[in-house]
């Protein structure tokens, strides 16, 4: 999919006060930079209210490159636009991220954030080992989509429904690659319908990965294709998906 400052002042959850026996706060890395504008938004309105168990930052492109991942648990690259997002970051910024998660760090992309974690092209960080099928008919549209669960899935993320049905905008129909430096992905969810617009053609969606998860060195990474953050009630899976990178699951 072509989908498409200096070190800023931080936007930050106030620190919660302490509760014995109580993990710290999930520091999270939001990516707040071009080709991901409304990400910050969306993250603060799923994980804002709970400061006690997400910490919240938005970062640049800079930040990332000038090493700030050091101080997160993991970091989410959200929807917009993966080439753009890759640009802005730059081979540095991927290295960086690359690292980040090589080292134990957690990784979430979302939409152009699952893009940009894939394998098949030279701007991706390469760190999932999928493919996009149909990359020529990326611009399929907009509408809702029924997922389909498999059981492991359900178990990282405490998905309860089978077939959620969650909001879908152009995100990646992704497949098993064969990069030989990449362990196999785990399929946590499936296109159980599709969206088919703009000249998309027909039956290919359905069956394609939708939510995938994997490792890359010490590290995890999850990826979700729709857009689950914006569809109310399903907010949940996203939740799931940081505690899985982070280690929390």
């Not at 000038?66 to 997002?85: H, M, N, T, Y």
């Not at 134990?104 to 080992?129: E, P, R, S, T, V």
Request: charge should be neutral; hydrophobic fraction near 40%.
């Amino acid at each position: 999919m072509l989908l498409l400052c200096p070190l800023a002042a931080v936007a930050q959850s106030a620190q919660p006060a302490p509760v014995p026996n109580q993990p710290a706060p999930i520091r999270i890395a939001v990516y707040d930079d071009k080709g991901s504008p409304r990400t910050p938004r969306d993250f603060q309105h799923v994980f804002g209210g709970d400061p006690q168990h997400f910490q919240l930052t938005n970062v640049t492109a800079e930040q990332i490159r000038q090493g700030a991942l050091k101080d997160f648990d993991v970091i989410v690259q959200g929807g917009g636009g993966s080439r753009e997002q890759a640009m802005q970051l730059e081979e540095e910024g991927r290295e960086q991220i690359r690292t980040f998660v090589r080292n134990g760090g957690g990784y979430l992309g979302i939409c152009a954030g699952a893009y940009l974690a894939a394998a098949d092209k030279d701007y991706q960080l390469q760190i999932l080992n999928a493919r996009v099928v149909d990359r020529r008919h990326w611009a399929r549209g907009r509408g809702d989509v029924e997922l389909g669960f498999t059981a492991v899935g359900k178990q990282e993320i405490g998905e309860k429904a089978d077939k959620p049905i969650v909001m879908y905008h152009q995100g990646p129909l992704l497949a098993p690659a064969e990069d030989k430096n990449l362990p196999p992905y785990t399929v946590v969810a499936q296109f159980d319908s599709e969206v088919a617009l703009k000249g998309a053609p027909h039956g290919v969606m359905v069956g394609t990965t939708a939510l995938a998860s994997g490792s890359y060195g010490r590290g995890r990474v999850f990826v979700i294709s729709p857009h689950p953050e914006q569809t109310a009630g399903h907010e949940d899976m996203v939740r799931g998906a940081v505690e899985w990178v982070a280690g929390r699951r």
